[in-house]
């Protein structure tokens, strides 16, 4: 951990607290106790509710500069208890400064985490009246828009949905005074990079600016750059292995029977409550439903479910009624599950820090945990670069038992030339039932009406026009519109 000098410079932010001068000069000592960062007595209440005791690494080193109204950049992962070190400074300011409209914006990648950061908001500022408002979509705008609309002093947002409502006249940054960019290599990822640059546009430039990633690729460090006036560089030393209590093994194993040796560990109870990963989507559905026909309660987590199905899969998971969670890395992000004894990775993630982020998801806290990777030959090359990566082999195991040479019942992932043709072949199925359906009701509609005789046809025709009724079929006519005045 290298914090920069907490020097403070001539350009710090408006409105910096007046605690601020000592919280920074406190920066280059040690501190052990959130006490020794004199914060407001309400949001100390928070934290002993929370039962936090001892700050983190990550908190230690960037609480002082963001209670001073510097700007941070921050590199720190995960599960690093970064969170609460970028919410403590923005109730702090809040209510050392009291004032109307958004005055502090967190913007996150995904859902679940804007989720998680609004949750520890509300936590953490349960004794005050920090309004605040979590802004995501796969949900209805309208309970948002009147939030907004009825005033808050924080908002926590996906890029998305934000733009969507700074489009609109109930939401304006003019007042805003700290902004927070968490995760912000996982936007870059996920493509949300030019949604950043339009919001950054749109917002005061007289401002504390927080930047929160795990990795400074050179766009990150390019927008930190920009973003950033003289900030505190802060770099949390980032785990070059998972935790020590993690037990980590390999089991080798052909592609198509990853399914059934999943099965199998869960069904003799090596397994209790898990954790795992698969590198899509469509992976994620179809091992979900195999887990679910072989017996196991499962669900899936992944950015095609709706919001509400998020919810209601990870609330399931973390109350013990889910034995498996199946989710993909991205949809992953944010999920802070306690007591998770297990973490299979179905498909080897790509990146080693993917690894490693996966893996750190047991053993929190002090406990213990197992991590189980599931390799098949292809994916020999991305263990050899996890295992470079860690500077150690990991275990190799086989399952005692477990029949390596079955034959599946089917594929879990079906090549997409097979499924664009199943696509195809649908389509045109349906169709043709259609035309098949259009072509019955045209026999039934003919068979129904008898030929009228000519008189009775222009008598039809008289009855028509006083009824406003065709004289072809008897259906009501339709007018065409009037374009005159008022309309």
Known sequence: MTPVPLDKPAGTTRGAPAFADRAAAEGSTVLSSFSEFHLDPAIARGITD??????????????PPGLAGRDVLACAMTGSGKTAAFVLPILQRLLARPGSGPRALVVTPTRELAAQVHEHLKALGHHTRIRSVAVFGGVAAGPQERALRSGVDVVVATPGRLLDHMQQPWLRFDRLEVLVLDEADRMLDMGFLPDVKRILAALPKQRQSLLFSATMPAPITELSRQLLRDPVRIDVERPSAPPTLVTQSVLPVAEQLKPLLLVELLRRGDIRTALVFTRTKHRANRLADKLSRAGIVCDRIHGNRS?????????????????????????????????????????????????????????????TGDAITFVSPAEGPQLAAIERALGRRLHRRRLDGFDYDAKPAGQLEIPVAERLAAIRSQRAEERARARANAARQGVRDAGSSAAPRRGDDAGARRRGRRTGRSAANGRPSIARPSHGAGN
């Open 307 to 367: 919001q509400r199905q998020r919810e209601a899969a990870l609330a399931d998971f973390k109350n013990g009624r889910l034995q498996v969670l199946v989710a993909t890395d991205i949809a992953a992000r944010g999920i802070d599950v306690h007591d998770l004894p297990h973490v299979v990775n179905f498909d080897v993630p790509v990146q080693p820090d993917d690894y490693i982020h996966r893996v750190g998801r047991t053993a929190r806290s002090g406990a």
């Open 50 to 63: 929370l039962g936090f005791s001892t700050p983190t690494p990550i908190q230690i080193a960037a609480l």
